[in-house]
């Protein structure tokens, strides 16, 4: 962009002619030109198109459009070496190359070569993406769904890959979460299944999975656990309420927490002084 400030400078009273004093290959596939009027870097292919190594002038304005080709070539290029790191999608990879402040005409650009080249294969990438999610992450297929629809995808494009997978790997993704977290349970039936219910859709697993599992789980009341929050409470609430108080307030927070039927009489007449 410099470069064609600089041009400007020398377009303003009309067309001048620069001379070509030398070319310098440089890294990868560039060329340093040196002219009578300043330095520029330009592609080979810029270089090979515009047959600039038999040239020993060139006008500033015939200039002036090769400099704009070879930023578009540079964004090609940029966005070329992202993909080959990592692959994107083509709104990723459009909202990578604005965030390093190419203007839109090189991000189309690069864009729609990439995509004539075959770089931004969408059914590349949407397998390789719900592939990675099956075996890196917890996670179900309305969440890869909305995720690939996040990144530009269409329904039509997704639903037939979706629809390869085995429905088993879900079921067994989600029986492996909650056997994971019945070993550290400490909640009452109700409140671990509510919970875990939540935890899964959030996941993106559908509700009838998730309860074809938990409606088969029976979860035994914790005596100790109850004992627990009974004290803790009881304490809590002696300070501001009288007994009778006190046992409603405990049992209503216990039915909160999926705990009914609770004889809490027994505990209390231990605490009481």
């Not at 330009?42 to 704009?68: A, G, P, Q, V, W």
């Not at 578009?72 to 940029?78: H, Q, R």
Request: a positive charge; charged letters at 35%; glycine letters at 2%.
């Amino acid at each position: 962009m410099l470069a064609l400030k600089f041009l400007k400078l020398y377009t303003i009273f009309g067309e001048i002619i620069m001379k070509i004093l030398k070319y310098k290959k440089t890294k990868n596939n560039e060329y340093k030109i040196t002219t009578d009027k300043d330095e520029f870097t330009l592609y080979d292919d810029i270089i090979i198109k515009y047959e600039l190594l038999l040239k020993k002038e060139i006008s500033t304005e015939e200039f002036k459009d090769i400099l704009l080709e070879n930023n578009k070539l540079k964004v090609y290029y940029a966005a070329l070496k992202i993909i080959n790191t990592k692959l994107k999608s083509e709104k990723e990879l459009k909202e990578t190359l604005k965030k390093k402040d190419y203007n839109s005409n090189e991000i189309n650009y690069a864009i729609d070569r990439l995509n004539k080249e075959g770089y931004l294969n969408h059914e590349i990438y949407i397998e390789a993406y719900i592939h990675d999610m099956l075996n890196l992450y917890l996670v179900g297929e309305q969440k890869i769904s909305n995720d690939l629809l996040n990144l530009g995808f269409k329904e039509n494009e997704i639903r037939p890959y979706l629809n390869k997978i085995d429905p088993n790997i879900y079921k067994e993704k989600i029986n492996k979460y909650i056997n994971k977290k019945l070993k550290a349970n400490k909640k009452s039936e109700l409140e671990f299944k509510r919970k875990t219910l939540n935890e899964l859709i959030n996941k993106g697993f559908s509700k009838s999975d998730i309860l074809s599992i938990l409606d088969n789980i029976s979860i035994a009341i914790n005596d100790a656990e109850i004992e627990k929050i009974v004290t803790k409470l009881y304490y809590k609430y002696t300070k501001k309420y009288d007994l009778n108080t006190t046992k409603l307030k405990i049992k209503g927070y216990l039915y909160q927490k999926g705990y009914s039927n609770i004889d809490i009489d027994n505990i209390i007449d231990e605490l009481k002084p």
